[in-house]
């Protein structure tokens, strides 16, 4: 096994990344597309439907990498958080430094 293999090498880092034409983040790694957290825009909102991680994928947290990178974009962009998928919400629950992104 190479450096580059081991997991954390920067071959192996997760890499998120917004596709809006696709109404999606994306977890990739290796260039393979682990996940993704799907979502609909409207007006200042942004309304999460549902988080996917590849069953290959599963156990590398890579489903809190695409949470935490699209509520970090939320914030930045300021927007309100609207969570109806469920592994979402729950990330928010567990770190409630995101809370305030939600639409009260």
């Keep these: ?10 071959a192996s880092r997760p890499e998120v990344t917004d596709h809006p034409d696709r109404k ?3 977890v990739a790694v290796d260039g393979a597309v682990a996940g993704y957290a799907a979502y ?3 007006s200042g909102t942004i309304v999460f439907t ?7 994928f599963e156990g590398r947290g890579l489903g809190s990498a695409v949470a935490r990178y699209a509520l970090d974009d939320a914030r930045r962009r300021g927007l309100t958080v609207v969570p109806r998928c469920p592994f979402i919400r729950r990330f ?3 770190h ?3 809370a305030d992104l939600l639409r009260s």
């Design 50 to 56: 549902h988080t996917v991680i590849e069953p290959a």
């Design 24 to 26: 999606r983040y994306e």
């Design 1 to 10: 096994m190479s450096a580059t293999d081991e997991p954390g090498s920067p």
């Design 92 to 94: 928010i629950e567990r």
């Design 96 to 98: 409630p430094h995101y």
């Design 40 to 42: 609909e825009m409207s």
